[in-house]
C-alpha cells in the first residue's frame, strides 16, 4: 500500500491564481480530511468527508473547495490564492472503528504551497 | 486561547527520559494521540489512549492521562537523538475530526 499520497510537493502560486492540490488514499478508508499547517503552529482542519459524496467544512474553510467523488479522491480546490494562504497542506484518512468513532488518522507528506 | 495546549520547546540530553505534556478542554474526547512530525515530513501516529484508560505502554512511550484535570503526558525513556521532532497532542471531537495542539519541539543532545 502506498498510504496517503499527495500531489504536488510544492508549488508557488500568484496572488489570484488557482489550483488543485491532489489527494489519494489506497487503504479503502472512509474519513479523509485537509488541514493546513502555518509555521509554529499546529494543524488546522480545512474540510473533511465521510465518504464518497459528503464533505463538510472543517476550522477554516474560507477560500477553498473539495469535491469527493470517489472514495479514494480528495482533492482540494483554491480559486483565488492569497498570501494568506501559504502554508504546508496535509491529507489525511482515516477508518471508523464499529462504534463509528474513527481511531487512527494516516497523514500524507504534505504540499508546501507559496502564494506571492 | 488553544483548546489543546503544549509547552513549546523541550531539550534533553541522550539516555535521559522526556515528559512531553498537553492539556485539553474537552471532557467527551474519545481518544487522545500523540504524532512526530521530523523535518518537512507529514505527521506519523505514535500512540493514542481511550478516554477510559489512564495510563498505556508501548516500548519505550507511556502515555499518562488523568481525565480530571484534562492533562495528558507522553513519556519517552531512554531518548535518543533520533526521537529529535515536533510532538503534537491532538483530541478527538465528535465522531471525525481531530483538534491538534500547536506541538512540541523535542530537541535531543548527545
Known amino acids: 500500500n502506498a498510504g496517503v499520497t499527495q500531489t504536488p510537493k510544492f508549488r508557488i502560486l500568484k496572488i489570484g491564481q488557482s489550483m488543485t492540490l491532489q489527494c489519494t488514499q489506497d487503504?479503502?478508508?472512509?474519513?479523509m480530511y485537509w488541514y493546513r499547517q502555518d509555521p509554529g503552529m499546529g494543524l488546522k482542519l480545512i474540510y473533511y468527508s465521510v465518504g464518497a459524496g459528503i464533505t463538510d467544512k472543517g476550522e477554516v474553510p474560507n477560500g477553498y473547495n473539495v469535491s469527493r467523488s470517489t472514495t479514494e479522491d480528495f482533492p482540494l480546490r483554491l480559486e483565488l490564492a492569497a498570501p494568506s494562504q501559504t502554508s504546508v497542506y496535509f491529507c489525511?484518512?482515516?477508518?471508523?472503528?464499529?462504534?463509528?468513532?474513527?481511531?487512527?488518522?494516516?497523514f500524507g507528506p504534505g504540499t508546501r504551497l507559496l502564494v506571492l | 486561547g488553544e483548546d489543546v495546549e503544549q509547552s513549546l520547546f523541550l531539550s534533553v540530553r541522550e539516555g535521559d527520559s522526556s515528559v512531553i505534556n498537553c492539556t485539553y478542554t474537552?471532557?467527551?474526547?474519545?481518544?487522545l494521540y500523540w504524532y512526530k512530525q521530523e523535518p518537512g515530513a507529514g505527521l506519523q501516529l505514535l500512540t493514542y489512549?481511550?478516554?477510559?484508560?489512564d495510563m498505556k505502554q508501548d516500548q519505550r512511550l507511556t502515555v499518562l492521562l488523568n481525565k480530571k484535570d484534562k492533562h495528558l503526558s507522553l513519556r519517552i525513556a531512554d531518548t535518543q537523538t533520533g526521537d529529535s521532532a515536533i510532538y503534537f497532542c491532538?483530541?478527538?471531537?465528535?465522531?471525525?475530526?481531530?483538534?491538534f495542539g500547536k506541538g512540541t519541539m523535542l530537541l535531543v543532545s548527545p
Open positions: 474537552d471532557s467527551s474526547s474519545t481518544y
Open positions: 491532538a483530541e478527538t471531537r465528535g465522531y471525525s475530526t481531530l483538534t
Open positions: 489525511a484518512s482515516s477508518y471508523p472503528t464499529s462504534g463509528g468513532i474513527q481511531e487512527t488518522q494516516y
Open positions: 487503504m479503502n478508508h472512509n474519513y
Open positions: 489512549i481511550f478516554s477510559n484508560m
